[in-house]
């Protein structure tokens, strides 16, 4: 599934970037959510804050590894963590699995704009020649 980053350099976008990131970053945000339904509620908030410095971590190691299209791409995926990271210090129950809408809109979102930026990149510019 990993696509080592080719920079367009007409562009600067990423035409072939590593979805690696974004794979792990999905499975481990759903994994969360179905952890904090399980654990008690004094081990949300720690179990959160802990979480969210790993996949800062390895959202900066993807970054020097060229894994995201641009910098929007990046924040995007910055978004996440986020996310993840308010849920655990601002709600104090987790019940319910809405949590699913929220990881298939993060994923729908990050995809296509990855998929059209690639898509834009790889197409010549108007003052080119086919």
């Known amino acids: 599934m990993s ?3 080719a920079p367009c350099e007409s562009s600067g976008i990423a035409t072939r970037v590593s979805w690696g990131f974004s ?3 999905l499975v481990i945000y759903l994994l969360t959510f179905h952890a904090w339904l399980m ?16 996949l800062t971590a390895l ?13 929007f791409d990046q924040v ?18 987790h019940e319910g699995y809405s949590f699913y809408g929220c990881a298939a809109a993060f994923a729908l979102v990050l995809g296509c704009y990855r998929l059209w930026m690639i898509r834009e990149a790889s197409l010549p510019l108007p003052n080119q020649a086919a």
């Open 76 to 93: 995007c995926h910055g978004v996440v963590i986020l996310d993840l990271w308010l849920e655990a210090v601002w709600v104090r129950w």
């Open 23 to 25: 794979g792990v970053l």
């Open 3 to 5: 696509i080592s980053s």
């Open 39 to 54: 654990m008690p509620t004094a081990w949300v908030a720690p179990s959160g804050w802990i979480i969210a410095v790993l």
């Open 59 to 71: 959202l900066v190691a993807a970054a020097k590894r060229r894994s995201f299209v641009n910098t």
